[in-house]
């Protein structure tokens, strides 16, 4: 079992919604409801944005939003600010008992 | 508010053993699940270890021969021992609270192995 996919880049103008996607396999993400999502700015530690696939922590803006459909979870950033480029990362645990973290993703705001 | 602290040396030489101690304060470690979590430079997060508050653990299958996770809750910290490092082994070491979901990192340390 390796890491969830996601793209490599992703890029939207500022007021604009972008949808990072995370796919795995029905033994990941498709088997489970957890999922969570992060972002993390350069030299930085990453931040919790979305647990359990849809759930939101204090704090956390609700731009921010997580789903699910088969093997393939999303967050989507709605009105896109200039600080909210970033790395993100999603992950999910899976049947091995283990947990995958993705690939990861840039976020640009053009 | 939780904060977590690692500590431990910055470099290691290849075939010796990486250790890393988090100290945990602001809350409990006698509640909840704790995890290590590292970075190479310029690459993705990877998960390595957890551990609970009643000492249960579970490993990263790719590093499970060579990691260790222990708890000592009198001193309210963790710790990670990785054997035999190689330089595929130079990463940025975060402690977490939680396993699966992680709301509360330290801010990382950087390890590099090399002679």
């Known amino acids: 079992q390796s890491a969830l996919t996601q793209p490599a880049s992703v890029s939207g103008s500022p007021g604009q919604s972008i949808t990072i996607s995370c796919t795995g396999t029905?033994?990941?993400?498709?088997?489970?409801?957890?999922v969570s999502w992060y972002q993390q700015h350069p030299g930085k530690a990453p931040r919790l944005l979305i647990y359990d696939v849809h759930n939101r922590p204090s704090g956390v803006s609700n731009r921010f939003s997580g789903s699910k459909s088969g093997n393939t979870a999303s967050l989507t950033i709605s009105e896109l600010q200039a600080e909210d480029e970033a790395d993100y990362y999603c992950?999910?645990?899976?049947?091995?008992?283990?947990?995958?973290f993705g690939t990861g993703t840039k976020v640009t705001v053009l | 508010q939780v904060q977590l602290q690692e500590s431990g040396p910055g470099l290691v030489k290849p075939s010796e053993t990486l250790s890393l101690t988090c100290s945990v304060s602001g809350g409990s470690i006698s509640t909840y699940y704790w995890s290590w979590i590292r970075q190479p430079p310029g690459k993705g997060l990877e998960w390595i270890a957890y551990i609970n508050y009643s000492g249960r653990t579970n490993y990263n299958p790719s590093l499970k021969s060579r990691a260790t996770i222990s708890l000592d809750t009198s001193k309210s910290q963790f710790s990670l021992k990785l054997n035999s490092v190689t330089a595929a082994d130079t990463a940025v070491y975060y402690c977490t609270r939680g396993a699966g979901w992680y709301p509360y990192w330290s801010q990382g340390t950087l390890v590099t192995v090399s002679s």
């Open positions: 992950n999910s645990y899976a049947s091995t008992n283990t947990y995958f």
């Open positions: 029905n033994s990941d993400v498709g088997a489970y409801d957890y």
